[in-house]
């Protein structure tokens, strides 16, 4: 069943680098879901994901012919989506962050720890904005939007011990930002 949905993605693409826009729109309909998902679990807002997620699939038309592995298309296009939205939170340092909690996760009826939990986000996020970005697409893609290890490896395009060995350096650098702050002991980074 993958393989035939690569085949039908190979196909999309090579349509798709010939010029036939058609073949273009139904890649987008078939990657919509994760590119938005991927930009409002990291910007918290679902307009300017819709703007990043534009952002992306304008940039992927342009890039077609740089794609080395046209069956990959749904990985490199989440990857770009990951990058932008990333970009968007460098340059910008404000986030909504779900206020309601993220979509996968209902909210609490207790507005304390709502408050918490918005906050503790965007620690988080504006710590992995500040990191190299295959560290923060690496935390993104586990640990903010659930990806197995191996999802991940074959989105990104790397091996499965070359993701667990970025995972751990990303999340060392993310406990060791933490103790910079105060946020955590220094025992614990």
């Not at 307009?47 to 794609?67: H, V």
Request: zero cysteines; a neutral charge.
């Amino acid at each position: 069943m993958a393989d035939l949905r690569m085949e039908r993605m190979e196909g999309l693409v090579g349509m798709a680098r010939g010029g036939d826009e058609g073949a273009f729109a139904e890649l987008v309909r078939e990657t919509s879901r994760i590119v938005f998902g991927a930009a409002r679990r990291i910007v918290g807002d679902a307009s300017l994901a819709e703007d990043i997620a534009q952002e992306t699939y304008f940039r992927a038309w342009r890039n077609l012919p740089r794609l080395e592995r046209p069956a990959a298309f749904g990985g490199w296009i989440r990857t770009m989506a990951v990058r932008r939205a990333l970009d968007h939170v460098r340059s910008n340092r404000k986030l909504a962050f779900f206020p309601d909690g993220p979509p996968d996760r209902p909210s609490t009826d207790n507005p304390e720890r709502r408050a918490v939990d918005v906050d503790r986000r965007r620690m988080v996020m504006e710590e992995v904005a500040r990191m190299p970005a295959e560290f923060a697409e690496t935390v993104v893609m586990v640990d903010l939007e659930g990806l197995t290890y191996e999802e991940a490896a074959a989105t990104i395009g790397i091996s499965l011990e070359n993701l667990k060995v970025r995972l751990h350096r990303a999340r060392k650098q993310l406990r060791e930002q933490f103790a910079a702050r105060g946020i955590v002991k220094v025992e614990d980074a």
